[in-house]
């Protein structure tokens, strides 16, 4: 079951455009590690502090759907994201099985430090386009995203797309 309106672009665009994503991703990824490495915060860590501002506490389970990787990795970085003391552990209210993990003020901090870095990073990135493909290629990442949240891949693209409003200098 799809939500697509507009139909097929061809086997070629198709072919095109899932070469043009399978590229695309890393390569954002290494432009954004290349922006972070003066805070010397990897790219994880940096998405880790993003979902925790936009969503609030998580259980790991949870934070590691959001971030796409392993229960195991998910482990390995809140241990090294608790050790740098941007995030603290705590007992969930309802679930003693589950353990919370949520910002401290010194992630509350980096979040809105790294956040304001990463968003100057995509500018900059993004200037390569007109005002009129960036309204488009939001629109159509909005899209997207709507249709794998549909089909239970994104849990909740609107909080990640909408962050509460916060910079570093106010």
């Not at 432009?31 to 936009?54: D, P």
């Not at 992630?107 to 390569?128: I, K, N």
Request: with cysteine; hydrophobic share 35%; net charge negative.
């Amino acid at each position: 079951m799809s939500t697509q309106s507009q139909g097929s672009g061809g086997p070629a665009t198709d072919e095109a455009l899932a070469h043009a994503f399978a590229a695309f991703g890393p390569a954002y990824k290494r432009w954004t590690k290349t922006r972070l490495s003066e805070r010397e915060i990897g790219y994880t860590h940096a998405r880790a502090l993003h979902v925790l501002q936009c969503k609030g506490p998580q259980i790991m389970s949870e934070l590691g759907n959001d971030l796409g990787i392993t229960p195991r990795y998910v482990t390995v970085l809140i241990d090294h994201m608790e050790d740098e003391g941007l995030v603290q552990r705590r007992r969930h209210p309802r679930d003693r099985r589950a353990t919370l993990i949520e910002l401290t003020d010194a992630g509350q901090q980096m979040c809105g430090t790294t956040g304001d870095e990463h968003v100057e990073a995509a500018a900059e990135l993004l200037r390569a386009l007109s005002p009129t493909q960036q309204r488009a290629l939001l629109e159509a990442m909005e899209t997207l995203l709507g249709e794998l949240q549909l089909r239970g891949v994104c849990p909740d693209p609107y909080a990640l797309l909408h962050p509460p409003h916060h910079h570093a200098d106010g």
